[in-house]
C-alpha cells in the first residue's frame, strides 16, 4: 500500500499536536514503532504502509483521525481502547467531506485535496492524505448501493439471486445519514447472501459480495442520528463480513477469508458485541483448521466459547466445541478432539433456546454429523469418518443443496481412503450431480483428492466411469 501523494490543504491554524500517540510510543524511536505497527497489522491481516514519517505526522496532529485500515491496527495494538482514548479526533468530526444539518455531501473526487471542516467550523484541516484510497472508495460505492431514497429497495436490487453487484443507478444520488431503512437493507442483504451460499455455494457469489461490504462500512463511517440504528448497523455489518469471509473461506480465497473475519472481530470489539466476537471467532477456528493452523483453531475456538458463555445459547456452545474439536484433530490428539466432541453433543441436546443467533440456522443434527466426520477424517479412523458422513447426508434439509454436496463429497473420500472405492464412486458420482447447482471450490477439491486415491482402483465397479466424468468437468474460471 504506497503512500498517497494527494496534497493536503493548509491549516489556516497550527494542528494540535497528539501527545497522548506520542506517550504510548515510548521510549521506542518512530522508525521502530512504525515496525510494531506493521507487525500488528500482519496478526490481523491488513496491510499498512506505516514508517516514520507517518508516526511523525500522528504526534504532530496532522493526522487527527486515522483512516479504517489503520484503526483496526492500532484498536488490535492497544485494546480496550478507543480512537479518542489514543489521542485522534471523532471520526465524525473529520471525515473526508464537510458536515451540514441535512447529511454528508460526497467526498471530493481522488485527486482533489482531501478537506474537512474543523473543530469549531472555521477553515478545513487535513485528513490523513496518507493512503486515502480506501476512504473514497467506500463512499463511492456507499452513493452506488446504499443511497437515499429507498435504502431497502436499493439493497435489494444489489443483492438479487446470483448478481450482487451495486445498483449503478443510485451513483447520483445525495448522501444522508443513515436509518432504520438502511439498517433493514444491511441486515438483508445478510440474510439473502447465506440463503444464496447454502444452495448455490460460495466461487459465484463472493466478488459481487465484496461491494455491498464495503457499503455496509461506510454506512458506519455516515453516522446514524439514534444509537439503535447505529448498534443494528455495526451489528449488521460485521455479520456481512463475516458472511463475505465465508464466500472467500469456502472459494478457497483463505488470506481474504482471514482479513474479513478480522474486521468482524475488530468491529465487535469496538462495540462490545459478544454475539458477534463469538461468530467471527468460530469462523476464523474454521478457516485456521482448513488453512493447516490447527492450534489456532483450538485457541479461537476457545475464545469464541468465552465470548459465547454469557449469550444462554446452548447450540451456539455446541457449534463452537466442535470448531475446537477440529483443531484438536489436526493436532492429533484423540483425547483432546473426543472430551469436545462429547461437549458438543451435550450442549446440543439441550436443545434450542430463545438466544440462539439468526446465522445458526444451518446448524442442526445434519452439521453435527458432518462436523464429527472431518474430526475422524482427521485423525484417519475411516470408518467411523464414513459413517458420520453418510448420516450427515441423509439428514440434512433439502434447502441446504451446498451442504449435501460437501457431506457426499466428504463420503466418498472417507470410503476412497478406507478401501471401498466401487461405494467411493457412487458417492462421487451423486456429488457431480450436483455440481451444476453447487459453485464451491471447497467441494470440488475434495473431490480432486478423491478421484487421485481412486486412480490405482481404475478397474472397480464404477471407478472408471467417476473418473472420466470428473475429468471432464470444466475447469473453474
Known amino acids: 500500500m504506497a503512500s498517497s501523494t494527494v496534497p493536503s490543504s493548509q491549516p489556516d491554524r497550527p494542528p494540535r499536536p497528539n501527545l497522548v500517540f506520542r506517550q504510548l510510543r515510548g521510549p521506542r524511536s518512530p522508525a521502530e514503532f512504525a515496525a510494531s505497527v506493521r507487525r500488528a497489522a500482519r496478526e490481523i491481516g491488513e496491510r499498512v504502509s506505516c514508517d516514520a514519517r507517518y508516526v511523525h505526522r500522528v504526534e504532530a496532529g496532522e493526522i487527527r483521525c486515522p483512516n479504517y485500515a489503520y484503526e483496526r491496527v492500532f484498536l488490535h495494538m492497544f485494546p480496550g481502547r478507543t480512537l479518542t482514548d489514543l489521542g485522534f479526533a471523532p471520526r465524525s468530526s473529520v471525515r473526508g467531506r464537510r458536515r451540514r444539518d441535512d447529511g454528508d455531501t460526497p467526498p471530493a473526487p481522488v485527486g482533489a485535496p482531501a478537506l474537512v471542516t474543523g473543530e469549531s467550523g472555521g477553515a478545513p484541516e487535513p485528513y490523513d492524505p496518507y493512503d486515502t484510497h480506501h476512504d473514497y472508495e467506500e463512499s463511492d460505492v456507499l452513493r452506488r448501493a446504499f443511497m437515499t431514497g429507498g435504502g431497502a429497495t436499493v439493497a435489494a436490487a444489489s443483492l438479487g439471486p446470483l448478481a450482487l453487484a451495486p445498483d449503478a443507478s443510485a451513483a447520483q444520488r445525495a448522501v444522508r445519514r443513515p436509518g432504520a431503512s438502511d439498517a433493514g437493507a444491511l441486515e438483508e442483504a445478510v440474510r439473502r447472501i447465506?440463503?444464496?451460499d447454502d444452495r448455490?455455494?460460495?466461487d459465484g457469489l463472493y466478488r459481487r459480495a465484496s461491494a455491498p461490504l464495503r457499503a455496509a462500512y461506510a454506512l458506519l463511517d455516515a453516522g446514524a442520528t439514534r444509537q439503535r440504528t447505529a448498534d443494528r448497523l455495526y451489528a449488521g455489518a460485521g455479520e456481512l463480513a463475516i458472511s463475505v469471509g465465508w464466500l472467500a473461506?469456502?472459494?478457497?480465497r483463505f488470506d481474504d477469508a482471514r482479513s474479513h473475519y478480522a474486521e468482524a472481530l475488530a468491529t465487535a470489539r469496538v462495540t462490545g458485541d459478544l454475539g458477534l466476537e463469538a461468530h467471527a471467532f468460530c469462523n476464523t477456528a474454521f478457516l485456521a483448521r482448513d488453512a493447516g493452523r490447527p492450534r489456532e483453531a483450538v485457541r479461537a475456538a476457545q475464545a469464541a466459547q468465552r465470548a459465547a458463555r454469557p449469550l444462554g445459547s446452548p447450540r451456539l456452545m455446541s457449534l463452537l466445541a466442535l470448531r475446537e474439536a477440529g483443531g484438536w484433530a489436526g493436532l492429533t490428539d484423540r483425547a483432546g478432539c473426543e472430551q469436545a466432541l462429547a461437549r458438543a453433543q451435550a450442549y446440543f441436546d439441550r436443545g434450542t433456546a430463545p438466544a440462539d443467533p439468526e446465522w445458526m440456522t444451518f446448524y442442526g443434527e445434519a452439521e453435527l454429523e458432518g462436523l464429527e466426520a472431518q474430526c475422524w477424517s482427521a485423525l484417519g479412523d475411516w470408518p467411523r469418518a464414513a459413517r458420520h458422513a453418510r448420516r450427515a447426508a441423509e439428514l440434512q434439509d433439502p434447502h441446504f443443496t451446498r451442504n449435501i454436496a460437501?457431506?457426499?463429497a466428504e463420503l466418498a473420500d472417507d470410503l476412497a481412503r478406507g478401501g471401498?472405492?466401487?461405494?467411493?464412486?457412487?458417492?462421487?458420482m451423486r456429488v457431480l450431480d450436483l455440481l451444476p447447482e453447487v459453485?464451491?471450490?471447497?467441494?470440488?477439491?475434495?473431490?480432486?483428492g478423491t478421484a487421485r486415491v481412486l486412480?490405482?482402483?481404475r478397474r472397480a465397479a464404477g471407478v472408471?466411469?467417476?473418473l472420466d466424468r470428473h475429468a471432464s468437468l470444466p475447469r473453474p474460471v
Open 194 to 196: 447465506r440463503v444464496l
Open 200 to 202: 448455490h455455494g460460495a
Open 249 to 252: 473461506h469456502d472459494s478457497g
Open 406 to 408: 460437501l457431506y457426499t
Open 420 to 428: 471401498h472405492p466401487d461405494e467411493a464412486a457412487a458417492a462421487g
Open 439 to 448: 459453485q464451491s471450490s471447497r467441494v470440488r477439491t475434495i473431490l480432486a
Open 455 to 457: 486412480l490405482p482402483h
Open 464 to 466: 472408471s466411469a467417476f
